[in-house]
């Protein structure tokens, strides 16, 4: 894949954003309502649905993949690595086939992929405690990423309706 | 841009929507459904009020070993398939939970105080000569 | 705007769907259970009806609220005060004021067998500090000098000490939650729960299928088996406790030592007895939130405990106070009172052998 130099740094600049979305899920934390280790709100997938429509799945996918290590190192937790990995990389593989179903919307995009994100979670909660137990909580997750998936569906949509007349829309 | 997408939600959207929530309600169909009644007999792990893990034991292939830690104090536990389960070895000061020894029936558990972690099991067959409380 | 509101409303519909998935307890029993650590030992409240979760953490909450007013180690505790009192009196407020009262009637009751001023002894065996040790003779005989109800002076709300008496509640205190935690049974209209805390169990109403609940007794020789029992009770609105050295004790030169000591002599009790269960009726009429049955199946319970197999029968039959007994002896007997023998089931695998007493 050869980037240039202007999509570089926006790749850059988005995997800073997704880190700190990351961390910004700290102060929100699901874990309270839903006690599995690992399972967050994925606020950071804002940066993959936009990362989606203007750089295209090749470049989303090595900012989610960049994304996923970097905050693993930074939170020093390995174990962690696989939840965001799991999520991260099913909420990818959702989108992308929904994105090219030209019909939907962002927010039909971004539900789906939030409620991918969560299976994910939930798989790497099933593969780490070795134990079907946390399928208890996969209802409560899917319903629950109909509203994280709205929401992220709203902030991507103002994204894109705030940057629509900046150059960065144009290539 | 590669591709420009709609910013305004439409019906399309409303059948992701509801794809979803069919997901939701036939997983909570098929998990949530076969709990009613007693189920089956589970470890159910609590650690500082937080529930940690829950170990269905008829699924168990052979003794399961596992590690709990709060309060500073580590638990290791083992716990058999259709029921057994003990506080194998503790570095708590008190060794109430190994002192416990073996729970095998609903309504029992082990308990440790110092590190605040309880095992208790739910579930099973309904013995209606078993105790519903124990003391001493 | 629109489809946005459309969608929104969908996701609602959706949410609504799945939150139906939620109610997953059996709506033919308004059942709550929850398991709290308190006063230094696992309480579980299991109760019925319509307000059985607001009875759980209410109970919760007064368990809680009493473990702050009466509990030894947390030096902020009415209890605190009056043991750093220096000898002065204090006043101590209406409830831990008639705990007291409750706790001399028992220590007179039971000859000192019952003793809230042991606490110094107990301290120094080091069952306070996790750290056991055997004190020496030296050592014990100068706490005895401080041990005995005539060094707690009460007025009603104002309390002094000897100074160097240090009392310790932990053997009513459950006992007393018990009573209070009824109180609130009573005040919630719960038809029927299971109330355990600890060697404490209240018994309020019956099983959901009209039969008693039935109460097990730990098997004290198989302390370290869970489904090991000295005989089951079934009961209906009745207080059961059970005092036993198997509870609490630790190892030293090859002997063991528990944790009930006996007041006269400042050694674990030695009395022939393994465990002890008072048993006595919880009549709804008389549950009022004071002092009443449970504290007293609490302070009897070690007191007999400590006054071994005769002497605890001969005070059953001196009938001061209505109760039964169950008595677990060192022996391999399980004696039982006549007043429950028909309420008592004995364990075929426990290998005890069984008598009943009038």
């Known amino acids: ?171 | 841009m590669k591709s420009s997408p709609k910013l305004r939600p439409c019906l399309w959207d409303a059948l992701v929507v509801l794809l979803v929530a069919a997901l939701a309600a036939a997983c909570a169909l098929a998990v949530w459904g076969g709990h009613s009644g007693s189920g089956p007999l589970t470890a159910v792990v609590t650690v500082d009020g937080a529930e940690a893990e829950r170990v269905e034991l008829d699924r168990l292939k052979g003794t399961a070993e596992r590690t709990y830690s709060g309060g500073g104090y580590t638990l290791r536990v083992s716990m058999e398939p259709h029921g057994g389960v003990r506080v194998e070895e503790a570095d708590c000061p008190t060794q109430d939970c190994v002192h416990t020894g073996t729970i095998t029936r609903a309504g029992q558990s082990i308990v440790c105080l110092p590190a605040r972690i309880i095992i208790r099991l739910e579930g099973g067959p309904v013995d209606k000569d078993a105790p519903d409380v124990v003391i001493g | 705007m629109k489809r946005f509101a459309a969608a929104a409303l969908a996701a609602l519909m959706a949410a609504g769907l799945s939150g139906c998935g939620w109610q997953t307890v059996d709506p033919d029993e308004a059942r709550e259970s929850i398991q709290v650590i308190a006063m230094d030992t696992v309480m579980i409240f299991t109760t019925y009806g319509e307000k059985s979760t607001h009875a759980d953490y209410l109970s919760e909450d007064e368990v809680r609220r009493l473990e702050s007013l009466l509990s030894r180690t947390d030096s902020e505790s009415v209890v605190s005060q009056l043991n750093n009192a220096g000898g002065l009196g204090i006043s101590v407020g209406e409830e831990v004021g008639g705990l007291l009262a409750a706790a001399e009637e028992y220590s007179l009751a039971t000859g000192g067998a019952f003793d809230i001023t042991i606490a110094p002894v107990v301290s120094a065996w080091g069952f306070t500090e996790e750290e056991n040790r055997v004190p020496s003779q030296e050592e014990l005989d100068g706490l005895l000098a401080l041990v005995g109800p005539e060094h707690v002076t009460l007025d009603a709300d104002a309390a002094a000490l000897t100074p160097g008496t240090q009392i310790d509640l932990g053997g009513i205190a459950k006992g007393y939650a018990s009573d209070r935690v009824a109180e609130i049974l009573k005040e919630n209209n719960i038809p029927r729960a299971t109330i355990s805390l600890g060697g404490n169990v209240l018994a309020w109403g019956d099983r959901p299928d009209g039969t008693p609940w039935r109460v097990g007794i730990q098997d004290p020789q198989n302390a370290d088996r869970a489904d090991a029992y000295a005989g089951m009770l079934k009961l209906e609105n009745a207080f059961a406790v059970t005092s036993g050295g198997y509870q609490r004790f630790f190892e030293a030169d090859g002997r063991t030592y528990h944790h009930i000591i006996d007041p006269a002599t400042g050694y674990p009790a030695d009395s022939g007895l393994t465990s002890v269960t008072v048993v006595a009726d919880c009549d709804w009429d008389e549950v009022d939130g004071r002092p009443g049955v449970g504290t007293m199946c609490d302070a009897l319970s070690t007191a007999l405990f400590v006054m071994g197999e005769e002497k605890a029968l001969d005070f059953w039959r001196s009938g001061v106070y209505d109760f039964d007994l169950v008595l677990v002896t060192e022996d391999g007997r399980v004696v039982v009172t006549d007043g429950i023998a028909n309420e008592f089931e004995a364990s075929e695998e426990s290998g005890y052998s069984y008598e009943v007493v009038s």
């Open chain 1, 1 to 171: 894949m050869k980037l240039t130099t202007k999509q570089l740094t926006l790749c850059a600049v988005l995997t800073a954003m997704a880190l700190a979305l990351s961390y910004l899920e700290n102060f929100f934390p699901l874990s309270l309502a839903i006690p599995i280790p690992g399972v967050k709100l994925g606020l950071a997938n804002i940066v993959t649905v936009f990362a989606l429509y203007v750089l295209g799945p090749g470049q989303a996918m090595l900012i989610l993949l960049a994304r996923c290590l970097l905050g693993a190192v930074f939170a020093g937790n390995m174990n962690a690595l696989i939840f965001s990995l799991l999520g991260g990389v099913s909420a990818m593989l959702v989108m992308i086939g929904l994105s090219r179903w030209r019909r939907l919307s962002v927010y039909g995009v971004s539900v789906g992929g939030a409620a991918a994100h969560n299976c994910g979670q939930v798989a790497a909660a099933v593969l780490t405690l070795g134990n079907t137990a946390p399928l208890y909580y996969l209802p409560i997750l899917l319903g629950v990423s109909l509203f994280t998936g709205a929401l992220t569906g709203l902030v991507t949509a103002c994204l894109f309706r705030a940057l629509a007349h900046t150059n960065l829309m144009r290539e």
